[in-house]
C-alpha cells in the first residue's frame, strides 16, 4: 500500500511558529489560507492554544486560523511575575500587539475563559476589527459567575491577596486535581475526554515561578467586576454577529450567564451544550459544525 499517499490530503496544514510582541516571545498556531477571513482563538485558563487542536483543522479549510499562547501559559514566554504585570489589560496589549505583527486588520474572535477577559478588552480597544464573536464559557456578566466557584476560596482571595488565602488556591484549584476538576466537571461522558488534557496544562503550571504568575492572573481576575459594564455597552453599541455556544454544566461560569449576551445582543445565536467548562473536548463537531455556518453567512458576506 502507498502510505505517503494515502493520507488526507485535504487536511489543512497547522504550523507552530512564534513572533516577539512586547518584547515577549509569543507562541501561536497557525493555519488556512493567508488572505481568507481571520478567526482569532484565544484560550482559557488554565490551558493554551492546545485547547484549539482539534478545532483547528476543522476551520482552516475556509479560514485563517490563529490561535496564540497568552504570557505565561504554553510555549509563550513566561517571565516573572517581578518582570511583567500579569493582568488582563497587559495580555490584551500584549495580544493587540501580536495581532498588529500579523497584520490582522479584522478577526472573528473565538473567547473562552481568561480568553474572554482578553478578548472583550479587545475589542473594546478595537471595535472596528471585530467581525463576529463566538463566546464558549467567558463571561461578561457578574450573574455568569458560580457563587459556589468563588466561594471554594477565590473571593476570599480578592478580599485580601494574603499567603494563607493563596495557599487554598494552591492546595486545590492550581493541582493537578484541580486542573483535572476543570476539564470533568459537568462532562456528559467524562471518557470522551483525554488524560492529556490536565497533564500537559499542569506540566506549564508546576514550571518555577508559574504558580505565581497563575496566582497574580487569578487575583486580576476581580477587574473583569469593573469593567462588565463597558463590555455591555460595547455589545449595545456595535452589535457584533455573536455565537454563543456553551457549556451548560460548567462549574465556573453559568448558563444564565450565556443567556445574559441576548439581553445586550438580542440577534445572538445561543446553543446549550451538555457538556462542562472545556465544551470543546467533547462538542467539537457541533462547534466546528456551527461555526462554520454562522461564520458563512455573517463575516463571508462583508
Do not use: C
Request: net charge negative; glycine share 6%.
Amino acid at each position: 500500500m502507498d502510505w505517503e499517499n494515502a493520507a488526507d490530503s485535504s487536511m489543512p496544514t497547522v504550523f507552530y511558529r512564534t513572533l516577539n510582541a512586547e518584547g515577549l516571545e509569543i507562541f501561536y498556531r497557525e493555519a488556512g489560507p493567508w488572505d481568507a477571513p481571520t478567526v482569532l482563538l484565544l484560550h482559557g485558563f488554565p490551558s493554551s492554544s492546545h485547547m484549539f487542536r482539534n478545532l483547528i483543522p476543522m476551520l482552516a479549510d475556509k479560514y485563517h486560523v490563529v490561535a496564540p499562547d497568552f504570557p505565561g501559559y504554553g510555549e509563550s514566554s513566561a517571565l516573572s511575575v517581578s518582570d511583567f504585570d500579569y493582568s488582563f489589560e497587559r495580555l490584551a496589549t500584549v495580544t493587540e500587539k501580536f495581532t498588529e505583527k500579523l497584520n490582522l486588520s479584522s478577526y472573528a474572535l473565538y473567547l473562552s475563559d481568561i480568553g474572554a477577559s482578553v478578548g472583550f478588552r479587545l475589542a473594546v480597544m478595537h471595535p472596528e476589527r471585530v467581525t463576529a464573536m463566538i463566546v464558549q464559557n467567558g463571561g461578561a456578566h457578574v450573574e455568569a459567575i458560580n457563587k459556589e466557584f468563588l466561594t471554594g476560596g477565590l473571593s476570599d482571595y480578592w478580599e485580601e491577596r494574603s499567603e494563607k488565602n493563596a495557599q487554598v488556591l494552591l492546595d486545590w484549584l492550581l493541582t493537578i486535581e484541580g486542573t483535572k476538576w476543570h476539564y470533568l466537571h459537568g462532562a456528559s461522558d467524562p471518557a470522551k475526554i483525554s488524560p492529556d488534557n490536565w497533564v500537559i496544562d499542569q506540566a506549564y503550571q508546576d514550571r518555577p515561578g508559574n504558580k505565581d504568575i497563575q496566582l497574580s492572573i487569578l487575583y486580576n481576575a476581580k477587574r473583569d467586576l469593573d469593567v462588565f459594564d463597558d463590555w455591555q455597552q460595547y455589545f449595545r453599541k456595535h452589535q457584533p454577529p455573536t455565537l454563543i455556544t456553551w457549556g451548560k454544566n460548567d462549574g465556573i461560569f453559568t448558563a444564565e450567564g450565556a443567556e445574559l449576551f441576548k439581553r445586550d445582543i438580542p440577534g445572538a445565536e445561543l446553543h446549550l451544550l451538555d457538556t462542562g467548562h472545556f465544551a470543546l473536548e467533547e462538542e467539537v463537531d457541533r462547534i466546528g459544525s456551527s461555526m462554520h455556518e454562522f461564520l458563512d453567512r455573517t463575516i463571508d458576506k462583508k
